[in-house]
């Protein structure tokens, strides 16, 4: 593979994995040009190219880093396969029966910094000023949760279904449901649902959690 196409495809894969997060910052143009043998004026022709697709952003004296609305634009520029087909109500179908089952392997496998990570997601939603940097912080924490199962595919199906949440109809109801008061609520339900979590109660967090996405369906859906 060509050394140009390897870099592309390298950096869109930790970005499409979260392998490097929005806001994170990425190795500087030099670490790149010396790891995939390029010169720095040819990386520096690639990294423009994800800035003007708005993968990352650039500040002049402290580097490059992921952007925050990353996966509205990975989204964009391809989206995952099938994920375009996928409905907010199948989506929300797909939800009601996965997270729940998730609960014991969570609880079983969860680390310190799995929780730390929740807990980071949590504030950050609180934190936030925009619907949109909600969403994503809302999401984040759901990822967080199956990502704390220490399962390769599972985690794989989690950023699937993210994908479609960041497609233009879920934002559409999300942005019609999803009022000041609702979005208190969502983050009252998520800290009692971590909570259970680190508590190791199985029992009280998949009720947790299937209350929490029945509210969230029955806001965006109606039923």
């Known amino acids: 593979m060509d050394a140009t196409v390897s870099l592309r495809e390298t950096i869109l894969e930790k970005l499409r994995s979260r392998v490097w997060r929005a806001g994170q910052r990425i190795p500087t143009e030099r670490a790149l040009s010396e790891e995939f043998g ?3 004026s040819t990386v520096r022709r690639v990294l423009m190219d994800f800035k003007r697709r708005r993968l990352i952003t650039q500040t002049v004296g402290s580097g490059t880093y992921v952007a925050e609305q990353v996966h509205e634009a ?7 396969a099938g994920a375009h087909t996928v409905s907010p109500a199948e989506l929300m179908t797909a939800r009601l029966v996965l997270e729940p ?17 929740m807990d980071e997601c949590n504030r950050q939603a609180e934190a936030s000023t925009t619907l949109e940097q909600f ?3 809302d999401a984040a924490l759901h990822e967080a949760i199956a990502e704390a199962a220490h399962n390769g595919f599972i985690s794989g199906v989690f950023r699937l279904m993210n994908d479609v949440r960041s497609q233009s109809e879920w934002g559409v109801l999300k942005r019609r449901s999803a009022t000041p008061e609702r979005r208190l609520e969502y983050q009252q339900e998520h800290r009692a649902l971590v909570a259970a979590l680190k508590q190791r109660d199985a029992a009280q967090a998949r009720a947790l959690c299937m209350a929490h996405l029945v509210h969230v369906r029955t806001n965006m859906l109606g039923y």
């Open 38 to 40: 390029l010169s720095r």
């Open 74 to 80: 990975l989204a964009e520029l391809a989206p995952a």
């Open 101 to 117: 089952a998730l609960v014991d392997m969570v609880i079983g496998n969860a680390t310190a910094a799995d929780f730390e990570r």
């Open 135 to 137: 969403e994503r912080w």
